[in-house]
């Protein structure tokens, strides 16, 4: 028999004391949601089961403890870090469920920098991390625009991508080892070495699992030098996608390791950019490193835009300044609610990623697709997209969308707006080849998946969970049907 709610909270306080098992309703409301249903939380409307309780986990121990008892009673649970999940990874649709809070998990744990890595537990905010690294002349290279909201478990259960992917890499390749603990309490760690080759590589069921297979308690990952000195900065206002994308391939193909490497479209680039962009697309690279690296990466750049004299270079001190104003902190995000408050105004994102062949078609599809059929398109006040991390292969799409919310609850705002227009960027992307590869985590996007090669993801974590969690007590988020 299932255990009630009051049983389940005692015996949580008898795990780990009382203090640090929380039952206000107004932090189990805010704990039953993430910022998938920021309208919704605005207004103060939680539809979803509230959790039972949220635990404010101490150590290793605790989270072994408190997993053991889920799993023995069948309780479902939601990991958690720095909760700045966009994508329902933070959501359930199971009653009595238990919140693992980790972010009092929050030591640094070693600076290490003969082997250039660092450990942290998973409740360390990449901005603490990374500050402390920068103290000393170091950085992780990871740079999400959350980075002063989210925590390092979180980063690693969304496979988080930075800024400077495009030199550094995103978050999977950048971690070196792991602890985790698995649902009947047992503590794997995984240890730091350069590389492994016995097999598939076991960090790869940790990295990404979005809280669906196991708890991250804590996480090693590489360290770079830090040399801000010899940062250069390049923008260039030109008149259409096309050209951009081929210059960024141009940059990938012969070599060159910008950090950042960012196309926006006129609608996207004139939203950051309105003092320059002048209704134009808008290109942008950093180059850094070493003196000589970053010299040649920036020269390397230059000679390539030359062959395109269409694109027009702005003073790279506008660039500067962009930069310097990348990060969303508590700040941003308080001021966004007061305005969707004030203008019933809301923007979204949906990453996508294609070949160099594709992209530009995938980028014009969606876009024409959603002026011309979504039936409320009328209510779209932006959209638009950049590309923001390239590869030699090809690059991704950020597809970014602004709708003003009318004559909607919240439940009818995600079903009137948010879900169809993800649909039809999910449907478009992969009708022409391209994938789903939302940095945030993949969470709600499950909803328009097919039965095809992005279906099967889904199935592959379903198969995972039979072997590591065979009573299926971790989160895997709002599963909506999958589509035939
Ligand atoms: C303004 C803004 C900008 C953003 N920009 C970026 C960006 O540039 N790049 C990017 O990648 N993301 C971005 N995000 C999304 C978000 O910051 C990332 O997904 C981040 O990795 C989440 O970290 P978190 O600590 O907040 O995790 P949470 O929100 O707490 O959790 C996220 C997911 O991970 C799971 N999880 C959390 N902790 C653990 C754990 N210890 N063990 C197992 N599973 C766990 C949760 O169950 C959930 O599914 C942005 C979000 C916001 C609000």
């Not at 409740?123 to 402390?132: I, M, P, S």
């Not at 909607?408 to 009708?431: A, F, G, R, W």
């Not at 992005?454 to 989160?475: C, F, Q, R, T, W």
Request: charged residues 20%; contains cysteine; hydrophobic residues 35%.
């Amino acid at each position: 028999m299932s255990l009630t709610r009051e049983a389940i909270v005692e015996k949580l306080k008898q795990i780990v004391g009382s203090e640090r098992v929380i039952t206000d309703e107004k932090v189990l409301q805010k704990n039953s949601i993430d910022r998938f249903r920021k309208y919704a939380d605005i207004h103060g409307i939680f539809t979803l089961p509230l959790p039972a309780a949220v635990v404010k986990l101490a150590n290793t121990q605790q989270v072994s403890d408190v997993l053991a008892f889920l799993n023995k009673n069948h309780i479902n649970c939601v990991p958690r870090t720095g909760s700045s999940a966009t994508e329902g990874g933070l959501e359930t649709v199971v009653a009595n469920s238990v919140v693992l809070d980790g972010s009092e998990l929050n030591q640094v744990i070693n600076i290490d920098i003969e082997n250039m890595q660092a450990t942290a537990q998973c409740g360390v905010a990449l901005e603490v991390l990374e500050n402390k690294l920068r103290a000393k002349g170091y950085t992780t290279g990871h740079s999400p625009q959350s980075k002063p909201l989210a925590q390092m478990g979180g980063l690693v259960a969304t496979r988080s991508i930075g800024q400077f992917s495009t030199l550094y890499g995103a978050i999977e390749d950048m971690v070196v080892g792991l602890e985790a603990v698995f649902p009947d309490g047992t503590v794997t760690r995984i240890k730091n070495v350069p590389r492994r080759a016995a097999g598939p590589d076991i960090r790869h069921v940790i990295i990404g699992n979005e809280g669906a297979l196991c708890y991250i308690t804590e996480v090693t990952v590489k360290i770079f030098k830090y040399m801000p000195e010899n940062n250069l900065f390049y923008g260039y206002i030109l008149d259409n996608m096309k050209t951009g994308f081929d210059i960024l391939r141009e940059v990938m193909v012969e070599g060159y390791r910008p950090s950042i490497a960012r196309l926006y479209d006129a609608e996207d680039g004139s939203q950051h950019f309105t003092h320059f962009a002048d209704g134009q697309c808008v290109l942008i690279f950093m180059a850094e490193g070493a003196k000589e690296i970053a010299r040649a990466t920036g020269n390397g750049i230059e000679t390539i835009v030359a062959r395109h004299p269409e694109c027009k270079k702005v003073d790279s001190k506008l660039i500067e300044t962009w930069f310097n104003n990348l990060n969303w902190g508590p700040d941003k995000v308080a001021a966004e609610r007061v305005q969707i408050m004030k203008t019933k105004n809301m923007g979204f994102t949906t990453e996508v990623s294609g070949d160099w062949r594709s992209i530009n078609k995938i980028y014009e599809s969606v876009i024409h697709r959603i002026r011309n059929e979504f039936p409320h398109a009328d209510d779209i006040t932006m959209l638009g997209g950049h590309s923001s991390h390239s590869y030699i292969n090809g690059t991704n799409m950020y597809f970014v969308y602004d709708y003003n919310v009318v004559d909607c609850s919240p439940q009818e705002e995600i079903d009137k707006y948010h879900n169809p227009l993800n649909k039809i960027i999910v449907e478009e992307t992969i009708k022409l080849g391209g994938s789903m590869v939302h940095h945030h985590g993949i969470g709600k996007h499950r909803v328009h998946w097919t039965k095809d090669e992005h279906g099967s993801a889904y199935y592959i974590l379903k198969a995972l969970k039979e072997v590591y969690d065979p009573n299926g007590i971790m989160n895997i988020g709002t599963i909506y049907p999958i589509e035939s």
